[in-house]
């Protein structure tokens, strides 16, 4: 994870920018925006521990929430998806 630390920072950058400058002007039927950010959540290592799982999905809804004016939607969001990838990555895998 540490050698890769750098990719991650820059995945995490370019995310955050595609999402808020491009992809919250977007909007398909007037009612659906697309949210990139969560290939952030889903592309980290598996071997990542729980907690720091938990942790970055947070900092990327938070960061989202922040730059989008909703009060703590995609970070709620963000950190169930955290929760719930391992499961859904065992259920695919097997």
Known sequence: MIKDL??????FFVLI?????ILNNIQISGFINPYIYILFILLLPFNIPGYFLLGFSFLIGITI???????GIHAGASVLLGFVRP?????VST
């Not at 499961?87 to 259920?91: E, H, M, P, T, V």
């Open 17 to 21: 920018l595609v999402q808020v400058l």
């Open 65 to 71: 929430d922040i730059f989008g004016n909703t009060p």
């Open 87 to 91: 499961a859904l990555a065992q259920l």
């Open 6 to 11: 750098g990719k991650y920072v820059i995945m």
